[in-house]
Nanobody, 126 residues
Framework: QVQLVESGGGSVQAGGSLRRSCAAS????????MGWFRQTTGKEREGVAA???????KYADSVKGRFTISRDNAKNTLYLEMSSLQSDDTAMYYC????????????????????WGQGTQVTVSS
């Protein structure tokens, strides 16, 4: 059974940086993809970044060049480095894990993921 526990996040001024971490257990590094999603009140959960052992990384257009996703398989940890943060980045952020599918599916689609972290709030003030 996959378990995901998030840490990091918090509040930051616009233009600042934050690092999110997600400790994962029960993950298979060869078959499982992982991702970060965010959600604000009244909106659907949005895929921010994903990393697949086969397809590599994928980013939402809104965060390209500002966010970096990575995973340390030795530590079973997923990271999201966020820089040049904007007020639009304010949201509840979730890490997620799922199984690679063939044919490949959309990495930033929530339907690709079956396990979710508890979510933590990121607030960017202008």
């Amino acid at each position: 059974q996959v378990q995901l526990v998030e840490s990091g996040g918090g509040s930051v001024q616009a233009g600042g940086s934050l690092r999110r971490s997600c400790a994962a257990s029960g993950i298979n590094h060869i078959t499982d993809l992982m991702g970060w999603f965010r959600q604000t009140t009244g909106k659907e959960r949005e895929g921010v970044a994903a990393i697949s052992p086969i397809e590599g990384t994928k980013y939402a257009d809104s965060v390209k060049g500002r966010f970096t996703i990575s995973r340390d398989n030795a530590k079973n940890t997923l990271y999201l480095e966020m820089s040049s943060l904007q007020s639009d980045d304010t949201a509840m952020y979730y890490c997620a894990a799922g199984r690679v599918r063939l044919p490949f599916g959309p990495l930033l689609d929530a339907s690709m993921y079956t396990s979710w972290g508890q979510g933590t709030q990121v607030t960017v003030s202008s």
